[in-house]
């Protein structure tokens, strides 16, 4: 009897868990893969936006070493918001843009995504040709609309016998930028709300249709709040997207006459005529803060959703 109480115990698992010990090559394995992307990261995102921050309280032009940095305090972002008339026509540009970006490309390119996710036939090819300007560069993107908006030979004026300068005329050359970048950001949206309705449950769709739920209600009612998470996510990248705007502007003027933004006021008191780094770097780290505000306010409510699923 005291033999089988003694096995019994000893076949009793002791309840404590294995620990398992790496060998020297899986050490230095993960170590390399942890530090690796650490290093990059610090040296290419975090040593430069600190370093940014630094010089936009500072006056330098760049020459000389950097005993000739010059500590101004705040007084790059004062003339900022005072003396230095492109930036508020910047911001509000930037606003526009966000607007823009949010009502129309955002609105078409899920309605494109709701009427591909039918499985309609020739979808394959029309999502192609959707999503095709988006793997073209900005500035491509701005050559091919100058076929469209060119003054002599473009194809509007052609059509319209008009001599509309869409590029040059003040008033309305943003207008024309903002088409041509939605040619492109219509095909991102598409594609993203495409993913993201191919991961919504069936069932949801045919509980809302024997409901006699219509289409339409059965989309905002069941399918629009499910995608809460590609809401978000779209929402964050077109506030990303309206505010890092650069490309398509610099190659048509450099930001000037009616395309002020903040990123190109940036690069021109960076790397154009004035060479102003303290300058230019503080308008650099009121663009960081602003997207810093919404990709905040995105992370605040992602983590939310996992503490509370």
Known sequence: MATTTTTKKAAKPSGRRRETSLSTRDRLVVITMVAIPTILVVGLVWLPALGSVYLSFTKWNGFGGLDTIEWVGLQNYKDIATIYPPFWPAIRHNLIWLVFLFVFPTMLGMLLAVVLDREMRGGRFYQTAFYMPVVLSLALIG??????????????????????????????????????????????????????????????????????????????????????????????????????AFDLVWVINKGRNGLEIIAALVSQNVIGEATRYGFGSALAVIMMLISSVFITLYLRIVFREERNP
């Open 143 to 244: 050559f091919i609309w100058q076929l469209f908006y060119s003054r002599d030979q473009g194809l509007l004026n052609q059509v319209f016998n008009s001599e509309v300068d869409w590029y040059g005329d003040p008033s309305i050359n943003l207008w024309a930028v903002l088409v041509a970048t939605a040619w492109r950001h219509t095909g991102y949206i598409m594609l993203i709300y495409l993913a993201g309705l191919k991961g919504v449950d069936a069932t949801l769709r045919e509980a809302a249709s024997v409901d006699g739920a219509t289409e339409v209600k059965t989309f905002f009612h069941v399918v629009f709040p499910v995608m809460r998470p590609i809401n978000m996510i779209v929402l964050v990248i077109v506030v990303i997207e309206s505010l890092r």
